[in-house]
């Protein structure tokens, strides 16, 4: 069964820098657009990030571009998010989910929060 | 940017009962609109894509409808396990700029 695990959330200052990673299982990795998606505490859900299946597009809303950039290893079955400039509207948990032929959301981990504060 | 905007806010209903959630596109979106269901504390499950298909394992009572601006995510009977807050997500653009609805919360009245 597919099964997306995120890790690498915690607590950290504002201005500073946080690598997310998602290990992917259960599907071939390197045939997926991959995702993140994140919930702001109490609030509904925004999507964050695209990465094609081989890594070579990625898409961004316009209030994460330049501050976050994902990336992916398919030899590992691992992508990452790189959030640089961290400000405290960016605490929030933290999806990793796979994408479809469309871009919907077929599958999500279980999410790591990540909090912006001093 | 696509607005997404769902109604209402709240519905509150007893289990057996029928559930009508809307959600609006500020542009049409064609077919390209997915429902997908949150419960406390949990991640949110795939329910619709398409507009109308239902993802695996997803039961019958959930069916969607709708095209272009305007969708509906309905449950014919409510069950217990149903109350949660439910988001639509329209995937329409290229390149991606894929935007939710704030969500709707289906409570036990």
């Known amino acids: 069964q597919v099964q997306l695990v995120e890790s690498g959330g915690g607590v950290v200052q504002p201005g500073r820098s946080l690598r997310l990673s998602c290990a992917a299982s259960?599907?071939?990795?390197?045939?997926?657009?991959m995702h993140w998606v994140r919930q702001a505490p109490g609030r509904g859900l925004e999507w964050v990030a695209l990465?094609?299946?081989?890594?070579?597009?990625?898409f961004y809303p316009d209030s994460m571009k330049g501050r976050f950039t994902v990336s992916r290893d398919n030899s590992k079955n691992t992508f990452y998010l790189q959030m640089n400039s961290l400000r405290s509207e960016d605490t929030a948990v933290y999806y990793c989910?796979?994408?479809?032929?469309?871009?919907?959301?077929?599958?999500w981990g279980q999410g790591t929060l990540v909090t912006v504060s001093s | 940017e696509i607005v997404m905007t769902q109604s209402p806010a709240t519905l509150s209903l007893s289990p057996g009962e029928r559930a009508t959630l809307s959600c609006r596109a500020s542009?049409?979106?064609?077919?390209?609109l997915a429902w997908y269901q949150q419960k406390p504390g949990q991640t949110p499950r795939l329910l619709i894509y398409g507009a109308f298909t239902r993802a695996t394992g997803i039961p019958a009572r959930f069916s969607g409808s709708g095209s272009g601006t305007e969708f509906t995510l309905t449950i014919s009977s409510l069950q217990s396990e149903d109350f949660a807050v439910y988001y639509c997500?329209?995937?329409?653009?290229?390149?991606?700029?894929?935007?939710f609805g704030g969500g709707t919360r289906v409570e036990i009245k």
């Open positions: 990465i094609s299946f081989d890594g070579r597009n990625e």
């Open positions: 542009q049409s979106v064609g077919s390209n």
């Open positions: 259960g599907f071939t990795f390197s045939s997926y657009a």
């Open positions: 989910a796979r994408g479809t032929g469309g871009d919907y959301f077929s599958d």
């Open positions: 997500q329209e995937y329409n653009n290229w390149p991606p700029l894929l935007t």
